[in-house]
């Protein structure tokens, strides 16, 4: 009964004004073609360009981090002839370029010796933590806290290994090498640390021989990775500046391995 309150009855209806302005809608159409286009076109523009500024700098830092993972086994055996005997690797210690997408990009570890990997990294730093723990289980000192040391340890020698080859490209100005191949780079020490660690629990005496040598080994395979990575990929001229860093890090492998080589409780020792 109240639907047609306040209606009405019979009679004809006002017509409903239901035509708008034509200006009206002139304006109102070119109005909001501006704000879809114009502000869509420069909002697109914005995070495009951001976008795209992200993607460079992750590429730029970080790399792709399943390009570091394409090996095999004849490249493991390779890398590992040449980290532990870089003086017997008779060939270029550049890397093996090939153009993708319109530039060069670096080809994959399982295609060139020199590209850095991460799976050996990874794989001998857990060995050296099973090698610890086993030579401190051989001494009567192993416990869960001591291998926590021992993995703590092995963190901070690979933190500063990697601290030393970044502060070196950065004082020359050239601190945008990627990332990952500062981490792959560092972690190689751990190679000649498990040789040194298992001649140890052989021997106790190859110790004393072993470790300096290991040492020796990764110091002249960093002084040849770093000096291309100075010379060729970042081409810095200060060579009396690089031959001082490049001393720098070659010494700083003795004291790096004879403290990451000596198992002990604590990890200061």
């Keep these: 009964m109240y639907e047609n309150l306040g209606a009405p009855q019979g009679g004809p209806r006002p017509p409903s004004n239901t035509q708008s302005n034509p200006l009206e809608n002139a304006f109102y159409g070119a109005s909001s073609g501006l704000i879809r286009g114009g502000l869509g076109a420069y909002g697109e523009r914005i995070l495009g360009s951001s976008s795209e500024y992200v993607q460079s700098n992750i590429s730029r830092y970080f790399s792709d981090p399943q390009y570091y993972f394409q090996v095999n086994d004849r490249y493991v055996r390779n890398k590992l002839k040449v980290v532990l005997f870089p003086f017997l690797h008779r060939g270029h210690w550049t890397r093996v370029t090939e153009p993708v997408g319109g530039r060069l990009s670096y080809k994959p570890p399982i295609y060139d010796i020199n590209a850095p990997d991460l799976y050996i990294p990874f794989m001998v730093f857990g060995t050296y933590i099973v090698l610890a723990g086993f030579s401190l289980g051989i001494h009567g000192k192993f416990s869960p806290e001591a291998l926590s040391w021992i993995f703590i340890k092995g963190l901070v020698g690979w933190f500063l290994q990697f601290v030393l080859l970044k502060a070196s490209l950065i004082s020359l ?56 990575v100075l010379f060729s990929e970042v081409r810095s001229h200060e060579s009396s500046k690089q031959h001082y860093l490049l001393l720098i890090i070659a010494s700083a492998q003795f004291p790096l391995f004879v403290w990451l080589g000596n198992v002990g409780f604590h990890w200061l020792f």
């Design 173 to 228: 100005g050239s601190g945008e090498a990627p990332f990952l191949d500062i981490i792959a780079y560092a972690g190689y020490t751990f190679t000649g640390m498990c040789l040194a660690v298992l001649g140890g629990i052989i021997w106790s005496y190859s110790y004393y021989f072993l470790m300096p040598w290991t040492g020796l080994c990764m110091a002249i395979f960093l002084v040849k990775t770093m000096k291309r």
